[in-house]
Structure formats: C-alpha cells, structure tokens
C-alpha cells in the first residue's frame, strides 16, 4: 500500500492506497486562525491512515507531494516524509503537487487539457497542464502570463486550485473554464498523490533524500543580493 | 528515560544528540554561518532551506557517533521555541515523525532552557542554584536558575540582544558576518579607551540591559570619522564597542551577584565565547568568591547536546498526545 499526503496547499491532504483503491482519505482546511495546520493536523493524519491500513508494516511506499507550493508546506511536509522514511526503512517517492492537482481535474473531466493552478502568493501562481499525456512540468507565472507560459493551446482546457479560483478572470482570459470556487476538484487530493506514485512504477521510490522541495522560487535574500551586485 | 536523541533547528545551526543522563556520546553541529555571511546576516528562507537539507544527515551522524542507533534511543527530544518558525518547523516536524514511527515518546524544549541546561552536562555539571547569563545572538538575559528544569529572568535585553548589537557594529565597520568573531579579531589590534561608548546603566539598579544606544553611537562615530577614517581607526571601534558591550553585560552580572546570595555563575549563549567576556566575568567572580562555569565553546553557542540536557526535566509525552504538538516562534 501507499502512504500519500501533500500541504503545499492550504489544505493537509493524507490519504492511503491499495492498488489505487482508497483505503483511506483525509482532509483539514485552514485552521480557526486562517492559517494552514499542517503543521498539527498532519501527522495526526497520517497515523489514522496508517491505522486504516493496518499499521506500518503494510506500507509500502511514502509518497509525498514536493510542491510547487507554500515553502513552509513543502517543508514540513518533506521533513515529515524524510524522518518517517529514515525511521521505518520506507523509500520514499515525491510528486509534483500541481500534478496531483491536474490528476484530480482529470478525473474529473477526463476528456478536456485540464491545468491544475496553485496560488504562489505575490500574484503569481504555479501550474501545470495535462493535455491527455500526463500532467506536464510546473511552471510560475503571474496569471496572465498561464496561456503563454504553458505553451499554449488552453482554449476550452478545464482549470481548478486555489490560484485559479483567486485568479478566476485572469485564468479565464486565458480561454480556461475555471471551476465553480465551492467544486471540491479545486482542493487538491492525496489520493492522486498515491496514484501517482504507484503509476511512476518499481525504481521511482528512493532514499528519503532523493525527494527533494520544487520551491521554484529562490529565497528573496538572494535575488536581492544578485540585484546588488549586478548593478 | 536513559537515551535521549536531541534536535535543534531553532536559528542557523543544523544540530543533533545522544544524551546518556549528562553525558553528551555524540553533539553535531552543521554550521550554517558561512552561508549566511553573504547576506550579512542570518536569513530565514535560507536557513529553513538548509535545514531540511542538513537534518537528515545530521541525526545520522549524532546516532553514529553514540555509537547506538535509533533503536537504541528512548525518547526524542526537540527545540519547540523559541525561534525562527520555518526553521523550527523543520526540526519539530522530524522530530515528531521519527518518534511516531517508533512509538516512542516526545520531549519538547524550550530553547533558553536549553542554555541554561548546558550547565548540567559533564564533564564538571555545575548544579543549581545558580545565575545565568545567557547572550547571544537571539537573546541575553539574566536567569535566576533555583532548581534545574526552570528559571526566573532577572533582568533581559530591551531592545537588541548582545550578540545582534555585535552583528550591527560589524557591519557598520565593514567586518563580515557573524560579528562576534569578526569584533573580537579587529578588536585585538585595538584600544578599548578610544572611543566613549555609552554604557546603558540605568540608575534604578535594573538588571535590564540595553544595546541600541550603543550601536546609535557607534553609528555616530563612524559617520563623524568618514570613511577613510574608520577604516583607519577600525580597531579601535571595534575595541572600543566590545568593551562597551562586555561592560555592561559584566556590570548587570555584578549588579545580580550584589542583589542575590549566589555563589555561582553560568556563562552560556554565542557571545559567552567572547574572550574578553570570560576573562571580565572570571574576574569579577574571583573578586567576589563566587565559582564560575565558563562553558566549552561548542556548548555556548546553539547545540542539540544543550537540548537534551534541558530535556531531562520536562516531562516526556507520551505517543500519541503529541502529534499535534506546534513550534512557536516566541
Ligand atoms: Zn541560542
């Protein structure tokens, strides 16, 4: 079985497969504060999952979702990943989030380009498209930048996350169909995340750092350096 | 509650432990200073990057050199405050999915405790009572430590902490990053009585101390001397600034040892590797009859072996009451 489970969105998203048949899943929004509780509500999570499946010894595989999305999500995520790894001797296998989320319009909507859009802060966002041959690379942009930034071709594509509902206009002047804001396919599922894993095959699960954050975006420090020293 | 495995991520040091009671059978510490000095100072972003990058391999580290391994631990212990919050997060994540995957317990610290408690390791613990100063980069504060596991604060910074004062005047001075190092080195070429620097000592008798005036004039110099001129007079800034701050660090110590009956005293935090502050309070304890525990350098500044040490007297948690457990950042 596979142990999946991504917060680099606002959302805490755990879950647990059998042969891509969900034995478990399980999701937490933002806490009372607003912000998000991966940080509490995780690895709660993850033990109510591993309980469903029977304990520790059936899992197989950890898959965990490696952005792109909030760092500190990534991170707590990742950590979390690595240590439950260096602790029991599980490989670890790391999915790209906005595939996740791609994977979850797919099913959705299975015959449309459907583009999963994650809220980057700062007015931008991450995004990857799947135009039927899988969920393509992440990309950052700011919204109206998504059409070019894809390649193109997002006439009539079906769009859902958190950055596409942000951006709703944006996003649709792109030629996407944005999700209604209340669809559930806007949250990202942990169960894609498993069956990711599983569909990356044998050989695609590593030593826990082998899985390493797509943050996408240096730290801002450096940036700032580079424009100093550049000029 | 024998074999501790400590964690700390707390600010820019990547650190993990195996405590046997207090004896500390392995301390890492990955530095992350040399990363940071490009920037001037220590950045966030950058560090909590370096930590997840660093912790795994540290912990493995710390378990090899005790010479046992996970198995071999009976609880985990890690820094849950205070600090930088994507850096804890990092270090209370992984502390939290290693003792869940083993059912073991969790211990969770508080990071001045830990300096405090670097007191207790061997070889040669020192035990309470006793008064603490503890200043580093983060923090100084005078700690009233009556029994171990707790502390009272006798008096603490009001603005910067010593060691952010020291960062701030090596800059000013062109020095480089960290700045205790960078201070103390120009310093050694130089004459302490050069320049009058303000030592903030406020007449109530407080123990409070205060940093910013210092660093406002020492701004003032700099900019009445213009650059050439510091560049010149370098030492003698430098000098002169770290006696101005080990003078009043020394001062308020002075002050506490005058309004307590101790007979005691603990150096601990990054500026607590200062030379000229070991060689000022070992004087002014000799002068009083008081002992002084001056702390090897590697448990001054951040370790895990320190976080261990404080962990013997929390409470362990058991599994599963803390899978929730959050860091904060104060
Ligand atoms: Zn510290």
Known sequence: MILGFDTATPDTAVAVADRGEPVFEGSAGPGADGRPAAARELLVMIEEAVAAAGGWNRIATIAVGRGPGSFTGLRIAISTARALSQARGIPVAGVDSTAALAAGLRERDGGRTVVGVIDARRGEVFAAVDRGDGPGEPVVCTPDELGAALGGGLEGALAGGDGAVRFRAEIEASGCVVLDDEDRANRLSARQICLLAANMGPGSAHHPAGVTPKYMRRPDAERWLERIDGS | ?330
Request: glycine content about 10%.
């Open chain 2, 1 to 330: 509650m024998n074999r501790i495995l400590a964690i700390e991520t707390s600010c820019d040091d990547t650190c993990a432990a195996v405590l046997e009671g207090p004896r500390a059978l392995s301390n890492i510490v990955s530095s992350q200073a040399r990363l940071h000095a490009r920037f001037g100072g220590i950045v966030p972003e950058v560090a909590s990057r370096r930590h997840l990058e660093l912790i795994n391999p540290v912990i493995d580290a710390a378990l090899e050199d005790s010479g046992g391994d996970l198995e071999s631990v009976d609880a985990i212990a890690v820094t849950v405050k205070p600090g930088l919050i994507g850096a804890l997060l990092v270090g209370v994540s992984t502390a939290k999915a290693i003792a869940a995957a083993t059912r073991k317990p969790l211990i969770a610290v508080d990071h001045l405790q830990g300096h405090v408690a670097a007191a207790y390791l061997e070889p040669d613990p020192l035990e309470p009572p006793f008064l603490a100063l503890i200043a580093s980069g983060g923090h100084t504060l005078l700690a009233e430590v009556r029994e171990a596991g707790t502390f009272a604060i006798a008096g603490q910074t009001l603005d910067d902490a010593a060691g952010e004062a020291l960062d701030k005047a090596a800059r000013l001075l062109g020095l480089g990053f960290p700045g205790g190092p960078a201070i103390q080195r120009e310093a050694a070429e130089g004459d302490p009585e050069a320049f009058g620097m303000p030592v903030a000592m406020s007449r109530d008798g407080g123990l409070d101390f205060s940093f910013s005036g210092l660093k406002t004039a020492l701004a003032y110099a700099v900019r009445d001397l213009g650059a050439e001129e510091t560049r010149e007079r370098r030492a003698d800034l430098a000098a002169s600034f770290q006696s101005a701050v080990v003078g009043q660090l020394v001062a308020k110590l002075g002050r506490a040892l005058d309004a307590g009956d101790w007979d005691a005293v603990a150096l601990g935090g990054g500026v607590a590797a200062n030379a000229l502050l070991r060689e000022r309070a070992r004087d002014l304890c000799d002068e009083r009859g008081v002992r002084l525990k001056l702390l090897p350098f590697e448990l001054c500044t951040d370790n895990a072996a320190m976080i261990g040490s404080a962990a013997r007297f929390e409470p362990p948690v058991a599994h599963p009451d803390y899978l929730a457990l959050d860091a904060a950042a104060r």
